[in-house]
Every structure is written in C-alpha cells, then in structure tokens.
T-cell receptor, first 115, second 115 residues
Framework: KAGVTQTPRYLIKTRGQQVTLSCSPISGHRSVSWYQQTPGQGLQFLFEYFSETQRNKGNFPGRFSGRQFSNSRSEMNVSTLELGDSALYLC??????????????FGPGTRLTVL | AQSVAQPEDQVNVAEGNPLTVKCTYSVSGNPYLFWYVQYPNRGLQFLLKYITGDNLVKGSYGFEAEFNKSQTSFHLKKPSALVSDSALYFCAVRAARGSQGNLIFGKGTKLSVKP
C-alpha cells in the first residue's frame, strides 16, 4: 500500500496570510491526525478526524482548523499566520476503528516557513 | 496529566555496541506506549508499540523495548548498533481511555552511532 502523502512538502508564506495543507491517508484508513513539530515545543497534537468528524483537539488557537472528506483525505488550515507558526506539520493516519489501539503512520510532513 | 520524559538529549554509541534510549511516562490507567524514529527532513517511522502482554516488545530493524510498570519506563534497546541507526528517536504515550488520535511525545533523543 502507498504510504501517507502530504502536499505541498514546502511552503513559504508571509505573516497575516492563510495556508492550507493536505494529507492523503493510507488506503482504508479512516482516522487522520495532525501534529506540529518545532525545535522549541517538540511534537504537539493539533487534532484528529475520523469519518469526517473531529474526534479530538489539542491546545491550539482557533486559527488552526481542519476537515476531513468522505474519502478520508484531510486538510488543515491556518489563518492569519504568525512567525511562530513556522514548523513541520505532520499528518498521521490509522485504521481508527473504535475500540482498537491503532498504530499511527506518519507522512513526510509539510515544512511551513512564515516570513 | 499524561507526560513522557526522555532524559537524554543525545546518546553516543560505537558501532557494534548495544544501545539504550531511555523513556519514562506518566499516565492514568494502563499506558499504550510507542517508539518512533525520525531521519533528517523526514516524517516519523513506527518502530514498535506496547499495548499489553509480554513486557519485551520486538519491533522493526532489530529494535526492542522493555516495559517496566513499577519504574514507569519503556526503554528502547538494540543489541548491536549500526551507523545507519543514527537518527532522532521519540517515545510516545496514550492512555487506554480517550481518543486514539492524541499521542503525547517526548522531546526526542538524538542517537549518534560512530564507526
């Protein structure tokens, strides 16, 4: 099976702009989670989607949002970008079946630079 | 609150020697524990996980981890290190209860294996 794909791989934006990142999970996986990775804060959970519904959310401001489509592909959006949003954004997919503890498989990430 | 600690920022090992990367956790209830590895400019690769059962878990690339409930530890080990094992290693935990999407990661340990 193909792995998790994320597009684009690199992005450069300026403060105040908005950005949309895309993630295609492994075929058959219904859960998609997003994480932010920075040198200072490490890996932090943003949110998780399962069957088009947000199932869990981390401690990030409302500028960070996401959605999931019927084919399980997911997008995350960051509005009004700040310099501190510069990070590697990682998407992870898992089977997501309720009651199981699934392994999350990560994509290569999108490197966002805010100038 | 759930947390993971990786007490060593960096571990240096000579090729052929055994390696240990340490991880301790704090979680309410039974923990689900994971190890991931990250190579430069790449996403995270799953190595192994502990859910229940045998305290010694075997994973990918010859890695194994030992779960110790009394010491709340989940150390990653490999009998004979390779130069290609040099990378950033992350321990992660999720409580048995709660959403599947929320992994709590340690800060990471940089493993350097010298020839």
């Amino acid at each position: 099976k193909a792995g998790v794909t994320q597009t684009p791989r690199y992005l450069i934006k300026t403060r105040g702009q908005q950005v949309t990142l895309s993630c295609s999970p492994i075929s058959g996986h219904r859960s998609v989670s997003w994480y932010q990775q920075t040198p200072g804060q490490g890996l932090q959970f943003l949110f998780e989607y399962f069957s088009e519904t947000q199932r869990n959310k981390g401690n990030f401001p409302g500028r960070f949002s996401g959605r999931q489509f019927s084919n399980s592909r997911s997008e995350m959006n960051v509005s009004t970008l700040e310099l501190g949003d510069s990070a590697l954004y990682l998407c992870a997919s898992s089977d997501g079946t309720s009651g199981r503890v699934d392994t999350q498989y990560f994509g290569p990430g999108t490197r966002l630079t805010v100038l | 609150a759930q947390s993971v600690a990786q007490p060593e920022d960096q571990v240096n090992v000579a090729e052929g020697n055994p390696l240990t990367v340490k991880c301790t956790y704090s979680v309410s209830g039974n923990p689900y524990l994971f190890w991931y590895v990250q190579y430069p400019n790449r996403g995270l690769q799953f190595l192994l996980k502990y859910i229940t059962g045998d305290n010694l878990v075997k994973g990918s690339y010859g890695f194994e981890a030992e779960f110790n409930k009394s010491q709340t530890s989940f150390h990653l080990k490999k009998p004979s290190a390779l130069v290609s094992d040099s990378a950033l290693y992350f321990c992660a935990v999720r409580a048995a209860r709660g959403s599947q999407g929320n992994l709590i990661f340690g800060k990471g340990t940089k493993l350097s294996v010298k020839p």
